[in-house]
């Protein structure tokens, strides 16, 4: 995919849209996969997104483990079948997973009353920054205070013509559109 923001073209094999904690994630993901990758955010990634701002819990359940089994249990059970076992298992082995790479990238989890560490809550601050320090460091291309909205227009623009996602017809990102609008346009 190519964008062509403020007048510089980026060449990537991803583009991801938002910088909280999904995109991150899969940002790093893709590019330790060996996908060049650009992460566009509206804010500044490592301070946007609800994660950054507070404190936020994680389950933390081992695989295997009777508190997985218990957390899937519970969930199902308030899912008032809406919820399926398979995805809420997903969920938290990912966690889990996601968790694990946390402690081995270095991120300083809490302690619990009993002097052990505990997993369950993650200083959003700390987090979204170690994940922006990752991001550099897996070497994605981070575009912040880039909207997607200013991206896909500046993208409409250099395709042009050759345009196939109907983003170069008339519309809100159209020169023909405010051209239109100009004063000195013959009428
Ligand atoms: C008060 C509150 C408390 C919460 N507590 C917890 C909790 O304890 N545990 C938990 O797991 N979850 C909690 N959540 C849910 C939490 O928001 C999500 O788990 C997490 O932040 C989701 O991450 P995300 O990356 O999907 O979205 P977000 O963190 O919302 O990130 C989205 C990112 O996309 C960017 N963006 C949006 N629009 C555009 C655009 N047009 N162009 C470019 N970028 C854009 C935003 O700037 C933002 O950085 C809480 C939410 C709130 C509001």
């Avoid at 007048?7 to 994630?25: E, S, T």
């Avoid at 997985?68 to 919820?83: D, M, P, S, T």
């Amino acid at each position: 995919m190519t964008a062509e923001p403020e007048g510089f073209v980026l060449d990537a094999d991803v583009l991801v849209l938002g910088g909280g904690p999904a995109g991150a994630w899969a940002a790093i993901t893709a590019a330790q996969r060996g996908a060049s990758v650009v992460l566009a955010d509206k804010g500044r990634v490592g301070t946007s997104g609800a994660t950054a701002a507070a404190n936020t819990a994680v389950i933390d359940v081992a695989p295997g483990s009777a508190a997985k089994r218990q957390v899937i249990e519970r969930r199902l059970e308030r899912g008032l079948g809406l919820a399926r076992a398979e995805w809420i298992e997903r969920m938290v082995d990912e966690a889990h997973a996601r968790l694990g790479e946390l402690a081995e990238w270095g991120y300083a989890f809490a302690w619990n009353d009993r002097g052990a560490i505990y997993r369950g809550s993650l200083r959003g601050p700390d987090y979204m920054q170690l994940l922006r320090r990752r991001l550099h460091k897996a070497g994605v291309r981070i575009l912040d205070h880039s909207p997607a909205f200013k991206l896909f227009c500046a993208m409409a623009r250099w395709l042009g013509p050759r345009a196939s996602l109907g983003l170069a017809r008339p519309g809100p990102c159209s020169p023909a559109r405010s051209s239109s609008r100009r004063a000195d346009a013959p009428s």
